[in-house]
T-cell receptor, first 111, second 118 residues
C-alpha cells in the first residue's frame, strides 16, 4: 500500500463547476499537508499549505484536512480553463525532511 | 514567495556526453535541496537529497556514479548526468525547503529542466 493515494484522473468538468480533489494516506504521523499545481512541462507550484486538521481558504481554493479519516481535499470554486493542470497532494511528518507526494490528478476545465 | 531557479530549462545532447543542471534558491538559503525526476504523465520520483557540506543521499535504485550531485553553497546545488543515454531523457526538477529556525516550512520547486538525449 502506498503511503499516499491519489486518483490520477483525468477529471473533466465544465467551466464554473466546483472541483473536488482528494487524497488518502496511511501514516497517521503526517502533520503538514500541501497541494501543488503543475502545468504541463513546468515545475510544481505551491497552492495551499496546512498544518494538522481543519480548513484553509485562499480565494477560490479551499483545503481541508480530516486526520481522523486520513483524508485531505482541495476544492476549487468557479473553476476556470486556466485551472486545467495536474494537482499533487503532498504531506510530511514533523520530524521528517522528505515530502511524500501523491500521483497527481489531471484536471481539465472545459470552456 | 520563495523562488527557486533552474538552468538550463531545456537541453539536447548526444549519447555519451555529460550534462550539468543547476538549481538555485534565489531569496533564501537552503542547506538541503531535493532532485526529482518526472516521466510524462507520471508523478515526481525523488532521486536524491543534496546536502550542503556533505555527501548527497540517494534513493534506492538511483546510481550515484550516474547522477553526481554537488551542493556547492547554501544557494546552489548541481546535478550532473554523466555519460547520458536516451533512457536518461526526462524532466528533472529540483526543490528547496525553506526553514524557519530548525522547522521546515515547505518545499519550493524550480521550473524544471527537460533533458533529451539523442
Amino acid at each position: 500500500q502506498k503511503e499516499v493515494e491519489q486518483d490520477p484522473g483525468p477529471l473533466s468538468v465544465p467551466e464554473g463547476a466546483i472541483v473536488s480533489l482528494n487524497c488518502t494516506y496511511s501514516n497517521s504521523a503526517f502533520q503538514y499537508f500541501m497541494w501543488y499545481r503543475q502545468y504541463s512541462r513546468k515545475g510544481p507550484e505551491l497552492l495551499m499549505y496546512t498544518y494538522s486538521s481543519g480548513n484553509k481558504e485562499d480565494g477560490r481554493f479551499t483545503a481541508q484536512v480530516d486526520k481522523s479519516s486520513k483524508y485531505i481535499s482541495l476544492f476549487i470554486r468557479d473553476s476556470q480553463p486556466s485551472d486545467s493542470a495536474t494537482y499533487l497532494c503532498a504531506m510530511r511528518t514533523p520530524g521528517g525532511f522528505k515530502t511524500i507526494f501523491g500521483a497527481g490528478t489531471r484536471l481539465f476545465v472545459k470552456a | 514567495g520563495a523562488v527557486v531557479s533552474q538552468h538550463p530549462s531545456r537541453v539536447i545532447c548526444k549519447s555519451g556526453t555529460s550534462v550539468k543542471i543547476e538549481c538555485r534558491s534565489l531569496d533564501f538559503q537552503a542547506t538541503t535541496m531535493f532532485w526529482y525526476r518526472q516521466f510524462p504523465k507520471q508523478s515526481l520520483m525523488l532521486m536524491a537529497t543534496s546536502n550542503e557540506g556533505s555527501k548527497a543521499t540517494y534513493e534506492q535504485g538511483v546510481e550515484k556514479d550516474k547522477f553526481l550531485i554537488n551542493h556547492a553553497s547554501l544557494t546552489l546545488s548541481t546535478l550532473t548526468v554523466t555519460s547520458a543515454h536516451p533512457e536518461d531523457s526526462s524532466f528533472y526538477i529540483c526543490s528547496a525547503p525553506r526553514t524557519s529556525g530548525k522547522v521546515q516550512e515547505t518545499q519550493y520547486f524550480g521550473p524544471g529542466t527537460r533533458l533529451l538525449v539523442l
